[in-house]
Structures are given as structure tokens and as C-alpha cells.
């Protein structure tokens, strides 16, 4: 049950997020329009910021974004980026904000001000049911071409590159459609657990797009997490490796459903592999370092740590002296994790010299200072233990 609800949380943000590449948002039935059809005209409560907008009227001259949002923290959140869009491309497209609140709790929302854009309230959600579909959420945007069809819902953060995609005459709708109906079918078979279906389709369009990483992750995950076949997993994801060993979202891929699955003694052999392909990328290696600090001390693996900051800390080049200083100071302080602050010391005196008139030459000193005095009461508990 746990993975099944992980496995949809995942396919359902996969679905925005690769809403103009390789699959997008599916498409239930109901009353809201198909992407493709001519986008309904507006029906809402009051226009309460800005004067009335007909998309009849914009038809043959701009492209129209919809913004659906609810008067809450996260219905709010996205005003500071829609606002820069709109000022951004508002010679090319006319952005409306649709409130599902009441006229009187929109007008107010002090925020209110920070839309540039005429606002409605839709409180009767006509125009509501009209554009969103059963599994969309709000705060959503809906985009209209200048012919007048609905082209795309998503979340607002994915706006901007099909808006430029629309706006630059390449926005593919056909493809699109296909997406949304693939899309569909995987979130029906995954309702019903049908996995064996899922599967196939996962397989049909991976023959089509046989590189897109995100259709590989959820293939990996269905595999290992929902069908229980974790082996056949990691041979299909080394396949692909094989054929594409320095992206790493695959080897992270792998990383996260080792977690999920409890096996963290393979973790190290990926770690290796990551090291292998990535020695020459220090920085990579000692963010990779970073998330793992950020587990619970009783999921901490220190050695796996140890060995992305040693292997950056030793790479074979470095782009300057603050990146290879900000490498040593990282390594130093997992050196201390790990026990040894002389050795922690020595490391951390060098990234002070390599830091030397950068941002960073304070936090190094401080670490100079903080590990010298550790190492002196770490002698003075020895001696008088």
C-alpha cells in the first residue's frame, strides 16, 4: 500500500513535470474541456480586480493564461512568478487570475495587489468545471493559444517553458494529446493495480522514448517497488547506464529504491560506480556527500559520506581555488564526523589557505578554530581519563 501511494505520488508530479517533453497530466472524463477543443468562454461571479476579459475578444492576438488559485497559503504561493510572467510576456499573452473565493474574500487578500492582471472570483465554480479536470489541483494554470484551443493545464511552476514553446510556433498539441491519453491509461491501470498493464505501457513508450529518464525511474520503481522484482529492476536500469554511464540521475535512481528498499549494504558498490564516473567532478560528488548528511542519524552511512568527499577531495582538477577549497573544507568536516580531528585539522588549514580573499575564508577559519580546540580536549580527556 505504502509503495502503490508513493508510486502514484510520483507518477502524478511526473506528469507535470514532463508536461513538455515525454508525458503530462491525464485527462479523466467529466465536463471540462479536452486540450485540443476551443477554450470555453469565461462564466465567473465578479471581476474584482481589473475590468471584464473575454478570450473571444483576444482570440487572433494573444495567447491567454489561466490562473486558478484559492485564497490559502499554498493557492498564494505561486503570485510572485506569475506576476514576473505576465510582466515578462504580456506583450504576447494576457494572463487572468481565477479565484475560486468569494468576490469579498479576494478583494481582501492583501496580496491581492501583487497581481498585475485582472482577477475574477468564481466562488460558483462554473468557469472552474470548465477547465479542470478530476485530478487537476488548484493552484493551476491553463494555457489558450492565439486560435482560441486549449493547449495545456499544469502546475504554474512548469508555465514558462511551454509558454515559450506556444509562443515560438513549436508547441507540439498533437503529441501533447497523446501524452495526456498515455498519461490516462497508466493512472487508470494503477487505480485498479493492474501492474502488469502499467508495465506495458511503460514499455510502449519507452520504445519511443528509450532515454527519457523519468519514464526510466518509474519503470524502475514499478518494477522493484510494486511488482517486487527488484532484481529485473537493477538489470534494466544497468542497461541503460550502460548506455548513458555519465548521467546521473540514473545512478541516483538506483540510490533512492536501494533506501526504499532497505538495502543499504549494495549502497556502497553504486558509490564506487558513482565515483568512478564522476571523480572528475569534485563539486557533484561532495553535494551527493551533503544529501546523505541529511539523514537521520540512525540511516547515516558515514563511510559511503567518506568516500564522495575523499574521491572529490582528490580529484584531478579543480576549475579554481575556491572550488577546490570549498571541496577540502566539506571533507574536513566529515573527517571530523568521522572521528578525526587532527586529521580534520590539516585538511581544514589548507582549505583556509585556498579560500584566501573568497566568501569563504571566514567559515574555514572558524573551522580552523573549532577543530584545534576539539583536538586539545580530545588529548586532555586521554590524558586524564
Not at 120 to 132: Q, R
Not at 186 to 211: F, H, I, S
Request: hydrophobic letters at 45%; glycine letters at 6%; aromatic letters at 10%.
Amino acid at each position: 500500500m505504502r509503495y502503490h501511494r508513493r508510486f502514484l505520488a510520483v507518477l502524478a508530479a511526473f506528469g507535470t513535470i514532463l508536461s513538455c517533453s515525454a508525458i503530462h497530466a491525464a485527462a479523466p472524463q467529466g465536463i471540462a474541456a479536452a486540450t485540443g477543443d476551443a477554450a470555453p468562454e469565461l462564466d465567473v461571479a465578479a471581476w474584482v480586480q481589473g475590468g471584464e476579459v473575454k478570450l473571444s475578444a483576444l482570440k487572433g492576438k494573444k495567447c491567454a493564461v489561466l490562473f486558478f488559485w484559492t485564497v490559502s497559503r499554498k493557492g498564494t504561493q505561486d503570485f510572485p512568478e506569475l506576476a514576473q510572467l505576465s510582466k515578462k510576456y504580456g506583450k504576447d499573452a494576457a494572463f487572468i487570475g481565477i479565484g475560486i473565493d468569494s468576490a469579498d474574500a479576494i478583494r481582501n487578500l492583501v496580496r491581492l495587489q501583487k497581481l498585475p492582471f485582472p482577477v475574477a472570483a468564481d466562488d460558483k465554480l462554473t468557469s472552474v468545471n470548465l477547465y479542470m479536470r478530476q485530478r487537476d489541483q488548484v493552484p493551476m494554470v491553463a494555457l489558450i493559444g492565439k486560435d482560441g484551443r486549449l493547449l495545456w493545464r499544469g502546475r504554474p511552476k512548469m508555465l514558462e517553458p511551454v509558454l515559450k514553446e506556444v509562443l515560438s510556433g513549436k508547441f507540439d498539441l498533437k503529441g501533447s494529446i497523446e501524452r495526456e491519453q498515455f498519461a490516462h491509461s497508466v493512472m487508470t491501470a494503477m487505480k485498479l493495480r493492474d501492474y502488469p498493464t502499467v508495465l506495458k505501457l511503460l514499455n510502449a513508450e519507452l520504445a519511443v522514448y528509450p532515454d527519457n529518464f523519468k519514464l526510466v525511474a518509474l519503470k524502475v520503481r514499478l518494477l522493484a517497488s510494486l511488482m517486487n522484482k527488484p532484481d529485473e529492476a537493477f538489470a534494466y536500469l544497468n542497461t541503460v547506464i550502460a548506455r548513458h554511464p555519465k548521467e546521473l540521475p540514473l545512478y541516483e535512481i538506483a540510490i533512492a529504491i536501494l533506501k526504499e528498499l532497505h538495502r543499504e549494504g549494495e549502497l556502497g558498490g553504486w558509490y564506487d560506480r558513482i565515483v568512478a564516473n564522476f571523480g572528475d567532478q569534485p563539486v557533484i560528488l561532495v553535494k551527493l556527500a551533503e544529501e546523505e548528511m541529511k539523514y537521520p542519524v540512525q540511516e547515516l552511512r558515514l563511510e559511503n559520506v567518506l568516500k564522495l568527499c575523499r574521491a572529490a577531495y582528490h580529484a584531478p582538477h579543480f576549475k579554481n581555488n575556491l572550488e577546490q577549497g570549498f571541496v577540502a573544507d566539506q571533507y574536513a568536516r566529515i573527517l571530523y564526523y568521522c572521528g578525526c580531528p587532527d586529521k580534520a585539522l590539516e585538511v581544514a588549514k589548507k582549505a583556509m589557505v585556498l579560500l584566501q580573499g573568497t566568501h569563504g575564508y571566514d567559515k574555514a577559519k572558524a573551522s580552523v578554530i573549532y577543530y584545534t580546540r576539539v583536538l586539545v580536549l580530545s588529548k586532555q580527556i586521554q590524558k586524564n581519563f
